[in-house]
């Protein structure tokens, strides 16, 4: 039997995809779960792609880095390599001299090979060049890792924490916390809040008034929940209540769904005063009458402030049984970075602009 099919023949046509409608009731309840599968599957595939492809570029840059100790070599030397790499392996990306350079500085800054067994090593190699490139320190590094692990951010997102400096900042709003909320909630709150928060995405003018940062945070609030933290969800902007009869307008609404709470944000534009945390108490109060559900933890209160004297909002706040806390606000990182959090390592565009060639 001839297995050659007849040119003039007609390839055998698909049957049309059957309408929705005609599908059995049971249906949507199969698709989801053959869809979360499907999901769950490329994101695992993905992440041991970064993780095998992580492991490859340490044990690279060990080998480079043993060879460095017992024999010496010089930039000659990774030329050479990089060009019979690339001949052996006419189709692979990555190993251009300068990524090889990358290589050995990531072997240099994890020695340990048991790094590649977490979380961490499922990141982008992006990820890693952006940390060798921003930081010098390994306890920062290791914390900017595990953060954007758990946060799941893009590079562009991590270069932004570290430019901002978010491992200083977590936790170091003034608050009162732990005199309010059992031990577990309020370490988690704490982490949660920062001082100063950085809203470099808006322009203010020379009026520098309360009601326009308002505005141009709400027109940016990707930008301000990202700035916020994780589990923010936007509620509302100028929030009405009405109180025996009166209004009432909270700045800014949240709810956080890791806190199971709403956020009250009122925004300053003036030294903090302690009057501040009376107005702030009386809009969470009302929220937690008005809009909380029952199995919603009290609402937290966050003022923010354009400066503060810590020692006074620390005595302001003793007087509040509702959880708060304080911090500033600032459009930009004032003062540059330490000398050695920078580095002489090329740009992760350039290296990017590497690793699409061939």
Known sequence: MSTFSDPNEEAPA???TPARSGMPKWYPDMLAPVSETVSTGRVRAITAVNQELVATYWAVGKELLLREASEGWGAKVVLRLAADLKERFPDARGFSPRNLRYMRSFAEAWPDFQMLQTPSATLPWSHFVALLEKLSDPESRLWYAAAAVEHGWSRNVLVHQIETRLHERSGQAISN???????????LLQQTMKDPYIFDFVSMTDRH??????????????????ELGQGFAFVGRQVRF?????????????????LRSFVVVELKNSKFDPGYLGQLGMYMSAVDDLMAHEDDKPTIGLLLCKTKNNVVAEYALRGYSAPIGVAEWKTQIVDSL?????????????????????
């Open 177 to 187: 916390f732990k005199a309010v909320l059992p031990a577990a909630d309020s370490d």
């Open 338 to 358: 330490p000398e050695e959090f920078k580095s002489s390592l090329p740009s992760i565009e350039l290296l990017e602009a590497e690793l699409g060639e061939r």
């Open 14 to 16: 698909f049957p049309p």
């Open 209 to 226: 008034n309360e009601a326009e940062l308002e505005s141009q945070l709400v027109d940016h609030v990707e930008n301000f929940l990202l």
């Open 242 to 258: 009405v109180v025996g009869g009166d209004e009432f307008f909270a700045d800014l609404l949240f709810y956080n769904f890791r």
